[in-house]
């Protein structure tokens, strides 16, 4: 059965860090551009970072550039992303999405719609 299954979440104080992990079984990862969303209440899921299946093309959100980072390693059918310097508004809920064929800008900017696999979510709270 394929999966998404994310680690990592949880609470940190602001400007700190936290590295989210997705990984990928049931299907291979590898043919996929995979990527990163977060939700809060109210509000559309918006994407965060995507990148393509050969990791030569990434798409970052403005609000996540200069903060966050996204990276993979098909070998081992995982994905990451990287968060630094963490502010209050960027609380939210987290999902990692893989979908095969779409460029990342594509998917992020979409905020993941045409997603074939969803991790479940994870919850990042970011609060002194």
């Known amino acids: 059965q394929a999966q998404l299954v994310e680690s990592g979440g949880g609470l940190v104080q602001p400007g700190g860090s936290m590295r989210l992990s997705c990984a990928a079984s049931g299907f291979t990862l590898d043919d996929y551009t995979v990527g990163w969303f977060r939700q809060v209440p109210g509000k559309d899921r918006e994407g965060v970072a995507c990148i393509n299946k050969d990791s030569d093309k990434i798409y970052i959100e403005d609000f996540a550039g200069g903060r966050f980072t996204i990276s993979r390693n098909n070998a081992n059918s995982t994905f990451w992303l990287q968060m630094n310097d963490l502010r209050p508004e960027d609380t939210a809920v987290y999902s990692c999405?893989?979908?095969?064929?779409?460029?990342?800008?594509?998917?992020?900017?979409?905020?993941?719609?045409?997603?074939?696999?969803w991790g479940t979510g994870i919850s990042v709270t970011v609060s002194s």
């Open positions: 999405g893989a979908i095969f064929d779409s460029t990342p800008q594509a998917v992020c900017v979409w905020g993941g719609y045409g997603i074939d696999y």
